[in-house]
């Protein structure tokens, strides 16, 4: 069994995995508080967008590093359905809040998901489906989904967006806690 836990009185989100074996439940079965001591590194950090930031994108998708540059002059994006734009942060972080700069270029009919890298079950997993492209040049506001954890997160193409015939365009996309 693994599992991932956190919780600090201070709030401050630490989490390691935890394997327990043995002969069943019965070789504690009086025990009522287990202690456990850190290996070392914390995981479970909130993600900034400088975390966001800091490893290029790559995928399927055409010019993938641009999509989490910083630079909203410069666009990335999806072609075909099924194509992929992933950013990899490096660490273990949890993520709970996502934006995308659009394109004028894009007509909105174009569809997108934000998958997450399960860490539990080692499988890409839907986060938030359904996505529009944006077809104005700013940022959207701040969504706020469920919490996760996780090391990388991927946008995936549903549906491309048919307005201009470039496909589906982001200027950047940004996915933090």
Same mark, same amino acid.
């Given at each position: 069994?693994?599992? /991932?836990?956190?919780? +600090?009185?201070?709030? *401050?989100?630490? %989490?390691?995995?935890?394997?327990?074996?043995?002969? &069943?439940?019965?070789?504690?079965?009086?025990?009522?508080?287990?202690?456990?001591?850190?290996?070392?590194?914390?995981?479970?950090?909130?993600?900034?967008?400088?975390?966001?930031?800091?490893?290029?994108?790559?995928?399927?998708? /055409?010019?993938?590093? +641009?999509?989490?540059? *910083?630079?909203? %002059?410069?666009?990335?994006?999806?072609?075909?359905? &099924?194509?992929?734009?992933?950013?990899?942060?490096?660490?273990?972080?949890?993520?709970?809040?996502?934006?995308?700069?659009?394109?004028?270029?894009?007509?909105?009919?174009?569809?997108?998901?934000?998958?997450?890298?399960?860490?539990?079950?080692?499988?890409?997993?839907?986060?938030?489906?359904?996505?529009?492209?944006?077809?104005?040049?700013?940022?959207?506001?701040?969504?706020?989904?469920?919490?996760?954890?996780?090391?990388?997160?991927?946008?995936?193409?549903?549906?491309?967006?048919?307005?201009?015939?470039?496909?589906?365009?982001?200027?950047?996309?940004?996915?933090?806690?």
């Amino acid at each position: 069994m693994v599992a /991932y836990f956190s919780g +600090r009185s201070d709030g *401050n989100r630490e %989490g390691y995995k935890l394997l327990i074996t043995g002969n &069943g439940i019965d070789a504690v079965e009086d025990a009522t508080t287990i202690t456990l001591t850190s290996p070392g590194a914390a995981v479970g950090l909130e993600a900034t967008v400088a975390m966001f930031q800091a490893n290029p994108a790559t995928g399927t998708g /055409y010019w993938p590093a +641009r999509i989490n540059d *910083n630079d909203t %002059g410069t666009i990335g994006g999806h072609n075909a359905v &099924g194509e992929y734009i992933e950013v990899d942060f490096g660490k273990v972080v949890y993520i709970k809040r996502w934006r995308q700069y659009g394109e004028f270029n894009n007509g909105g009919d174009g569809r997108w998901k934000i998958q997450y890298y399960n860490l539990a079950t080692h499988a890409w997993t839907d986060w938030v489906t359904g996505l529009a492209t944006r077809s104005t040049r700013d940022w959207s506001g701040y969504s706020t989904v469920t919490e996760v954890l996780t090391d990388k997160i991927r946008s995936v193409c549903e549906v491309v967006d048919t307005f201009s015939g470039a496909g589906s365009q982001f200027r950047e996309i940004e996915v933090i806690y």
